[in-house]
């Protein structure tokens, strides 16, 4: 009997763990940014995800609504102001490059970066280091992440807790920080709700729920 249960086991290990690897994992409908910041994986092909709530910028640093794209060699990014591709290499990084139409119709801003997620079942470590270009002002910023998941009852859908840090070298802008969740519900439906935030208009160091709001559907 032992040597039954033993097989048994055996069998349904990998399952178990394919399915604790999913729960752990920012989900098939989140998309491949985090609250704030890109994280270092893209989109599967013929993916399409769409911001229909997005409430940052008063308690935490603005972020844009976006369309992503997800297409065989790259995903696309798509923002009223801009547009953005995003790519793997082989090293694991993820380099991608945004540009934006800036204060006038001759002023093009720009964001360059590469991201990189290292993850393991009980954590998700994403690094986001950048170049902008903001209104004739280069700027650098390093953006990091962890993500932890947080046990759940299986129809209440896979929930994790992040925190995000953003630090930048442009004059008088604060440093930015934001703590929340991210619940996947649906497996076609992303909710970010950021309790805690410094970083926007409002205030440096504001607590607030929810010091932003924003949700994400993949089609």
């Known amino acids: 009997m032992i040597r039954v249960l033993s097989r048994r086991t055996g069998v349904r290990r990998p399952i178990l763990l394919g399915l604790l690897a999913l729960l752990c994992s920012t989900g098939q409908a989140a998309p491949t940014r985090l609250f704030l910041q890109e994280e270092g994986r893209v989109a599967p092909a ?18 844009e609504s976006e369309l992503r794209l997800g297409l065989p060699v790259a995903e696309v990014l798509l923002s009223p102001h801009g547009i953005g591709v995003k790519f793997e290499i082989p ?46 002002e280069t700027i650098f910023n390093f953006n990091g992440a962890i993500f932890f998941p947080l046990d759940a009852a299986s129809w209440f859908g896979p929930l994790q807790l992040g925190t995000e ?6 004059k008088d802008a604060a440093t930015g920080l934001a703590m929340g969740f991210r619940w996947n519900p649906r497996e076609w439906l992303a909710a970010d709700v950021v309790i805690g935030g410094s970083g926007g208009k ?9 010091a932003a709001l924003r949700v994400n559907i993949q089609f």
Do not use: H, K
């Open 202 to 210: 409002i205030g440096n160091g504001a607590i607030r729920t929810p």
């Open 165 to 170: 840090l953003m630090l930048t070298s442009r």
């Open 91 to 136: 090293n694991g990084w993820v380099p991608y490059v945004v540009s934006n139409l800036g204060t006038s119709p001759s002023t093009i801003d720009y964001r360059l970066g590469a991201a990189y997620l290292w993850q393991t079942p009980g954590i998700s470590v994403n690094f986001d280091p950048e170049v902008a270009r903001i209104s004739r």
């Open 46 to 63: 013929r993916a399409i995800y769409i911001d229909v709530i997005n409430s940052t910028g008063d308690w935490t640093p603005a972020a």
